[in-house]
């Protein structure tokens, strides 16, 4: 079992800011992912965050637009840079200890952008 | 492409009674789990449950489970004796033994029980 602390819990931005959004576990993870939910939509992949690398981002997501950061095994971070309308959305941090497993989701940012 | 696929965008049942949930997915490969997570209007996702599909016996959970039927690719939610609290959006979600535990949902279907 993962308890995924997700900050913060929603922010209204203006256009062209950024903002980061961490993902703190309360226990060491093997895989974290964040993932993107538009208004009345599924969940899509952003990127797989990769511990002390680079992460390995989704067709139609890039670095500069998402930059993320792993530091270690229990904490991520995903920034929404230069954002505009089309960025609002619920952003879902999701975790996972072995493969084949469930995954864990922490409670999502609802970000809303003017 | 590996897809998900939900057919019913909404679906309603009255409590205490049983409802099927759709869900059909293509994929190429052998290996691979399948997953239900629902999602109330906290935006919490929470498994509801999962299957394996080298295994041939179909998951259950208490009052959910599943139809797991590979050659069709196909793996509905029955949900039995629904409850008020089952009123959520489900998602139906798969991940291959090489995606590395990345995640593909489906569309989603919203489930409302009623009183």
């Known amino acids: 079992s993962a308890v995924i602390s997700q900050k913060p819990s929603r922010d209204i931005c203006q256009r062209g800011t950024s903002l980061t959004i961490q993902c703190q576990v309360d226990?060491?993870?093997?895989?974290m992912f964040w993932y993107r939910q538009q208004p009345g939509q599924s969940l899509t992949l952003i990127a797989t965050?990769?511990?002390?690398?680079?992460?390995?981002?989704e067709s139609g997501f890039v670095i500069d637009k998402f930059p993320i950061s792993r530091p270690n095994l229990t904490f991520s971070t995903l920034t929404v840079s230069n954002m505009s309308p089309e960025d609002s959305s619920i952003y879902l941090c999701s975790v996972g200890f072995l493969r084949g497993e469930k995954l864990f989701f922490g409670s999502g940012t609802q970000l809303s952008v003017l | 492409a590996q897809t998900v696929t939900q057919s019913q965008p909404e679906m309603s049942v009255q409590e205490a009674e049983t409802v099927t949930l759709s869900c059909t997915y293509d994929?190429?490969?052998?290996?691979?789990?399948l997953f239900w997570y629902k999602q109330p209007p906290s935006r919490q996702m929470i498994l509801v449950i999962r299957?394996?599909?080298?295994?041939?016996q179909n998951a259950t959970e208490n009052r959910f489970s599943v139809n797991f039927q590979k050659a069709a690719k196909s793996f509905s939610l029955k949900i039995s004796d629904s409850q008020l609290g089952d009123t959520a959006m489900y998602f139906c979600a798969f991940m291959t033994e090489t995606s590395g535990s990345r995640l593909t949902f489906g569309e989603g279907t919203q489930l409302t029980v009623n009183p």
């Open positions: 994929t190429s490969e052998s290996n691979y789990y």
């Open positions: 226990s060491q993870v093997t895989m």
């Open positions: 965050a990769n511990q002390g690398s680079e992460a390995t981002y």
């Open positions: 299957q394996e599909a080298y295994k041939q």
